[in-house]
C-alpha cells in the first residue's frame, strides 16, 4: 500500500543549526505537503508542492518535489527554539482521485537555545 | 478569517457511550476530511465528504463509525458504542477543491477523545 518514510525520527540540535528531513516512498505522489504540529494543536500547512522538481521557499523553510515524485525534502535554516515541534510530510498518492492524504511518522524537532 | 472549527477540543466518554465530533470548514470549502492519529504517530485517513455526499470512506472503520457532511451545518464523526480503542485525537481538514492547489487541506485544532 501508499506508505510515506520519513527520516529522521527525531533530531536534537543548537539554536543557529540548520536542519534537513526527507520523506520518500516507492509510489508516485501527485503533491507534497509538509506540515508543523506542536502539542495539542493540528497540523499547520508549511509548503505546498505541486510539480515534480518544484523548490519552494516560506521564510527560513524551503522545500523541494523530487524529480522522481518519489520523495521530498524539507530545509530549515538558521533554527530558532519556536521551531520545536513535529513535522510531517504528506502526499497525495498519484492515482488517487480523492485527494486523500498520506502521512509520514514525523520527524520531533527539539532546538537548544 | 475563521480557520476549521472543531469541538469539543475534549471528549470523556465511557466504554459502551456515543461520541459526535464536528467539525465546520472553512469558509469557502465544500470538501471535509476526517484523520484519526494515535500517540507518536502521524495521521491516518478515515473519510472524504462533500455536501451531503461520502466521496472515500476507505479508511474509516465498518462498524460503529459513520460520518455526514449535510447540506446545512457542520460535519459530524460519530462513534456509536464506544471503546478504549477509540482514544485518540480526531482531526478534521477542508479544502476548496477543483484544482491540486485547491486540494489543499487545512486543519482543525482536534477532538482528543478519551473512552473510560
Known amino acids: 500500500g501508499q506508505q510515506l518514510n520519513q527520516s529522521p525520527q527525531s533530531m536534537f540540535i543548537q539554536e543557529g543549526e540548520d536542519v534537513s528531513m526527507n520523506c520518500t516512498s516507492s509510489?508516485?505522489?501527485?503533491?507534497w505537503l509538509w506540515y508543523k504540529q506542536d502539542p495539542g494543536e493540528g497540523p499547520v500547512l508549511l509548503i505546498a508542492?505541486?510539480?515534480?522538481?518544484e523548490l519552494t521557499s516560506n521564510g527560513r523553510l524551503t522545500a523541494q518535489f523530487g524529480i522522481t515524485r518519489k520523495d521530498s525534502f524539507l530545509n530549515i535554516s538558521a533554527s530558532i527554539p519556536s521551531d520545536v515541534g513535529i513535522y510531517f510530510c504528506?502526499?497525495?498518492?498519484?492515482?488517487?482521485?480523492?485527494?486523500?492524504?498520506?502521512f509520514g511518522q514525523g520527524t520531533t524537532l527539539q532546538v537548544k537555545p | 478569517n475563521a480557520g476549521v472549527m472543531q469541538n469539543p477540543r475534549h471528549l470523556v466518554r465511557r466504554r459502551g457511550q456515543e461520541a459526535r465530533l464536528r467539525c465546520s470548514p472553512m469558509k469557502g470549502h465544500s470538501h471535509v476530511y476526517w484523520y484519526r492519529q494515535l500517540p507518536e504517530e502521524g495521521l491516518k485517513f478515515m473519510v472524504y465528504l462533500q455536501k451531503e455526499n461520502i466521496i472515500d470512506e476507505s479508511g474509516m472503520p465498518k462498524e460503529r463509525f459513520s460520518a455526514e457532511f449535510p447540506k446545512e451545518g457542520p460535519s459530524i464523526l460519530r462513534i456509536q458504542q464506544v471503546v478504549r480503542g477509540d482514544s485518540a485525537a480526531y482531526f478534521c481538514?477542508?479544502?476548496?477543491?477543483?484544482?491540486?492547489?485547491?486540494?489543499?487541506?487545512?486543519f482543525g485544532p482536534g477532538t482528543r477523545l478519551t473512552v473510560l
Open positions: 504528506a502526499g497525495v498518492y498519484g492515482s488517487s482521485n480523492t485527494g486523500k492524504l498520506i
Open positions: 481538514a477542508s479544502s476548496e477543491g477543483g484544482t491540486l492547489a485547491g486540494d489543499t487541506q487545512y
Open positions: 509510489s508516485i505522489f501527485n503533491t
Open positions: 508542492l505541486y510539480k515534480a522538481g
